[in-house]
């Protein structure tokens, strides 16, 4: 047993047939202990923070130091930042009836995944919480448009997200196309805009980030390949994988780069935390995939099954359920392993959000 541990233990426990994703098992938990033979000021960033501990193991280790990181009260406190920004940042005006299209969609909940991840990398290279809320929230502002988009009836024909109406539904096609537009537009003004104590060159490249992110390079071009798998016999793992880094990990990949240049990482750092976002990105998919054909739509807050009835490609059809939990353990392994050149308790937030991404039920 190292000397420094991570213990998860049972708040979020996930379906106990869904994933079984850790070295050693434990059970899901908010709260993440993190254990030291050694004072803290003194803990090396070369600690291994990848064990995983039951309650029996960590019993049997002599503490000197122990430092909890409460998961569940950061996930609601930096979420509840991201909800106070993005709420003030589209008020109503007008003309009202766009602006009530936009605020529909965008303060519809949601888990704020890649607002707390631009957050979360942000202060890990020793940015703040302040410096990162414009990016974090155009971040948002952009795959609100996308979900607006794609649950078009000229995508994915979708009547159903968050447990709502989709926007197209409420507000028409024509409204629901211009809300998403307008939310695209007005992300990059954000950032440009409300950002302060960052360099205009660090602005721009992160404008530039987030804009091939979404581009003919990044989401669109994952949508494009998508839509034209629909109902083809020969998909392979090959063009899955481009179809979902670009479509999904492309925008969660920025997530973090954004926060990584915000709060003045430098580039051996922003690299080492695109590579962990690209992974979690496909994590994100692979467990988007299995949660489609073994939860309802009533757990899931969206229709259920609509890729099987769609004839797409996912990873379960491809590599079936036990496989694909299988790729989603090596990509949980190698996101953990971008983090290892970190202090890892401020790297605390990103591997709790790792699990979270692997572990959640909706």
């Known amino acids: 047993m190292t000397s420094a541990n991570l213990m998860l233990n049972t708040t979020l426990s996930p379906h106990p047939s869904l994933f079984h994703t850790l070295p050693k098992r434990g059970r899901l938990d908010s709260k993440l202990v993190l254990f030291s033979t050694t004072p803290l000021p003194s803990l090396s960033a070369s600690l291994s923070v990848s064990v995983v501990t039951t309650k029996e193991d960590t019993a049997t280790v002599t503490v000197t130091t122990e430092e909890i990181f409460d998961f ?9 930042k991201v909800n106070q920004a993005l709420d003030a940042a589209i008020a109503l005006r007008d003309p009202e009836k766009i602006h009530q299209a936009m605020r529909y969609s965008l303060l519809a909940g949601g888990k704020r995944v890649r607002p707390l991840l631009c957050i979360a990398a942000c202060e890990l290279v ?20 996308s979900l607006i988009h794609d ?28 809300a998403g537009d307008a939310l695209l537009a007005f992300a990059f003004e954000h950032i440009a805009v409300s950002t302060k104590g960052v360099s205009p060159a660090r602005v721009v490249r992160a404008i530039a980030e987030l804009a091939k992110s979404i581009g003919g390079e990044g989401l669109v071009a994952g949508q494009v390949v998508d839509l034209d798998s629909e109902g083809l016999a020969n998909v392979g793992l090959e063009r899955l ?22 709060g003045g ?18 994590l994100f998919q692979v467990v988007d995939d299995i949660l489609d054909v073994t939860k309802t739509s009533e757990e899931l807050g969206k229709t259920a099954g609509k890729d099987l009835v769609a004839d797409k490609v996912t990873y379960p059809k491809l590599l079936g359920i036990q ?29 709790a959000l790792t699990n979270y991404i692997a572990h959640r039920q909706n």
Request: charged share 30%; net charge negative.
């Open 72 to 80: 569940e009260d950061y996930m609601v406190r930096k979420a509840n």
């Open 126 to 145: 020793g940015g703040t919480e302040e410096t990162a809320i414009p990016s974090a929230c155009a971040v948002e502002m952009i795959h609100t448009m």
């Open 151 to 178: 649950d078009l009836p000229c995508m994915d024909n979708d009547d159903l997200r968050r447990g709502k109406p989709t926007n197209h539904k409420v507000f028409g096609e024509d409204v629901a196309v211009l």
């Open 241 to 262: 994988e481009f179809i979902h880094l670009h479509k999904t990990a492309a925008l969660l990949e920025a997530a973090v780069v954004l926060g990584a240049i915000m």
């Open 265 to 282: 990482g430098n580039d051996k750092e922003v690299e080492k935390l695109r590579k962990f976002a690209r992974s979690i990105g496909l």
């Open 323 to 351: 496989e694909s939990k299988e790729f989603a353990d090596k990509l949980i392994e190698d996101a953990k392993a971008q983090l290892a050149a970190f202090d890892f308790r401020k790297a605390a937030p990103l591997y």
